[in-house]
Structures are given as C-alpha cells and as structure tokens.
C-alpha cells in the first residue's frame, strides 16, 4: 500500500465556508494530482504539480486552489464551498517511468466532501 | 477525442466464477494501459501496466491482454473472491505531452456473491 495520506477522510459543512483537504506522502514523489470523482464516473484531474512551487490546473475547471511549498505536502483549498462542490477528492503523487507516460500513480484513500 | 469505454458498466458473479471486463479506447499517441482496482471509498489501486508492445500482463488471478491494433484491452479475474468486489478502472495514457496525461475509464462494478 502506498504511503500517501489525506484527511478528513469525509467531511460535511455548510455552503460558504473555506475549508482544505490535506494530502501528504511520505515517498519523495516529485509529481502530485488531485482528482474530483463523482459516483459511477471517471475521475476528472483539476490541479497537479511537478515540484515545490510548482503548480498548473488541470482539464476539470475548479474553483479550488492548492500550494506546494514542500515535496511531501499538497493541500487543496475552497475559499467558499458550495453544493456544486459535493464530490469525491482523490490526491495522487507519482515516481517517474522508464519512459513518458509511464509514471506510477499512487492514490491516497480520498476524501469524501458534501456541501449543504 | 481521446476516450476511453469499458463495459460492461456492472457486473455480478458467484464466487469461484471467472469473468473478464473490456475497455476500448481512442487515445493516441498512445503510450500504456493500465487496470486499476478502486474498493468503495478508497484511492485506486494499480493491478496491471502495459505498454505498446506487450500484449497479455498477469498478476496472481488477474490477467490483462492488449491489442493495440484494435485499441481494446480486457482483464479477467480467475477463481473470483468475495475480496475482488470493487470497481475495476481502465487508464490510458498518452505521451503526446511531458505530463502523460492520463484517459480515465468510468469502470466496471464488480460484486461477488458468496
């Protein structure tokens, strides 16, 4: 099992408010994901980083945000939640191929959010 | 449009039974396959990775096969358990971009009855 970590593992809060979901790994992975899933759907990539202090967006607009100020952290941010947001996060960090594209993704439990 | 379809979208097997689950896809350039197992409320798991030129990957009582001709790869799972319910997701990757950028299945849900 793979040594990458997120909490709250479930989370339930009010619309408005800010709130961030942790996800950390322990194998010095360069590269780190996050990924929005909702039931019985493919997961959609919405940020992703090559490094500290590197961060791009992924291919699913998302009104979050999320930092790398150090290698093993990657903590993703909602200035103000709402329903829409009510999803399945996934973290992910990966250990390079022998050749592109062949990147090891390791995924972390997620954590399961709902916006009332 | 890179896609990738798996079917069948649910599946329910007795235990001790075989089964095998499709994925076709669109991705091109294309660089790997991979299967992952995703278990309720918990991170994929990586089961199989295949590249171009491989065509048939096992692992214990998974076994996965490419064509890369027909863009179609299956997995079957042999003498199923009661711990193989899940959901079975088919990744394809590119390596048109430096990210490799991955095509995501919506899966197979498989249960196994006792």
């Known amino acids: 099992e793979a040594d990458i970590y997120q909490t709250p593992r479930y989370l339930v809060i009010g619309t408005g408010k800010k709130i961030t979901l942790e996800c950390s790994q322990t194998m010095g992975h360069d590269k780190m994901y996050w990924y929005q899933q909702d039931p019985g759907m493919e997961l959609h990539l919405i940020h992703y980083?090559?490094?500290?202090?590197?961060?791009e967006k992924g291919d699913l607009s998302s009104e979050s945000t999320v930092s790398r100020i150090r290698t093993e952290h990657f903590p993703l941010t909602l200035e103000s939640a709402r329903p829409s947001h009510t999803s399945q996060y996934l973290c992910?960090?990966?250990?390079?191929?022998?050749?592109?594209?062949?990147?090891?993704?390791?995924f972390g439990p997620g954590t399961r959010l709902t916006v009332l | 449009k890179n896609q990738v379809e798996q079917s069948p979208q649910s599946l329910i097997i007795l235990e001790g039974k075989n089964c095998t689950l499709q994925c076709n896809y669109t991705v091109s350039p294309f660089s790997n396959l991979r299967w992952y197992k995703q278990d309720t409320g918990r991170g994929p798991v990586s089961l199989t990775i295949?590249?171009?030129?491989?065509n048939t990957k096992s692992n214990g009582r998974y076994t996965a096969t490419l064509d890369a001709d027909t863009k179609q790869s299956s997995l079957h799972i042999t003498a199923s358990q009661l711990s193989d319910s899940a959901s079975y997701i088919c990744v394809v990757s590119d390596r048109g971009s430096t990210l490799g950028r991955l095509y995501f299945g919506r899966g197979t849900q498989l249960t196994v009855w006792p």
């Open positions: 980083s090559y490094g500290v202090n590197s961060t």
């Open positions: 295949m590249t171009f030129s491989e």
């Open positions: 992910a960090s990966s250990e390079p191929g022998t050749s592109r594209g062949t990147d090891t993704q390791y």
